[in-house]
């Protein structure tokens, strides 16, 4: 089962809007609803930021979005900030002899 | 708060074995499922195994079937993954996860694990 495929970085400007693609097939992305991503700063634990496609978890701040076309789901961060500097990983359910499969990641640099 | 914290990572050499737990806290414990999920260096996220809230059902990784397996404590709070017959690709930091549906909503830190002669 291939990983999802994910730029490796992705950088902008405090306030602008950054999106991150996430690649997939349709066993994966294509088929299912069930496309989630997590922030991950390093030493830390990842934390869930969208699942099903584009529902954001309690206490999320709503500057997250996300949507899903054919195999490709992305990520948009708007108003960017200086906490969201992390890495990203996206995730989808598969039908492929595996529960999940996640994303190649990507570093968001806030410059 | 929801809390996961691993541990029993360290070096192991190929062929070897290694247990780790993860303690949680924070939750009804027995209401959620548990998986593992490992992040070799410099690579994406892999998905190891998952284990239901009560057991019953669970799931491996084909890199990993045959040579890990997975079981929860209910009562203990925790969540093991025996590993045996270890290789250099199973070489990661090993994530504690845990979920109701769908996706896993909480992640610990995760525990290193590496095999090497």
């Known amino acids: 089962q291939s990983a999802l495929t994910q730029p490796a970085s992705v950088s902008g400007s405090p306030g602008q809007s950054i999106t991150i693609s996430c690649t997939g097939t349709s066993s994966d992305v294509g088929t299912y609803k069930y496309v989630s991503w997590y922030q991950h700063h390093p030493g830390k634990a990842l934390k869930l930021m969208i699942y099903?496609?584009?529902n954001r978890p309690s206490g999320i701040s709503n500057r997250f979005s996300g949507s899903k076309s054919g195999n490709t789901a992305s990520l948009t961060i708007s108003g960017l900030q200086a906490e969201d500097e992390a890495d990203y990983y996206c995730s989808s359910y598969t039908s492929i002899n595996t529960l999940w499969v996640f994303g190649t990641g990507t570093k968001v640099t806030v410059l | 708060q929801v809390q996961l914290v691993e541990s029993g990572g360290g070096l192991v050499k190929p062929g070897g074995s290694l247990r780790l737990s993860c303690a949680a806290s924070?939750?009804?414990?027995?209401?959620?499922?548990m998986t593992w999920i490992r992040q070799a260096p410099g690579k994406g996220l892999e998905w190891v195994s998952y284990i239901s809230d009560t057991a019953t059902t669970i799931y491996y990784a084909d890199s990993v079937k045959g040579r890990f397996t997975i079981s929860r404590d209910n009562v203990q709070n925790s969540l093991y993954l025996q590993m045996n017959s270890l290789r250099a690709e199973d070489t990661a930091v090993y994530y504690c996860?845990?979920?109701?549906?769908?996706?896993?909503?909480?992640w610990g830190q995760g525990t290193l694990v590496t095999v090497s002669s």
């Open positions: 996860a845990t979920g109701r549906v769908g996706p896993p909503t909480h």
């Open positions: 924070g939750f009804t414990f027995s209401d959620y499922y």
């Open positions: 099903d496609v584009s």
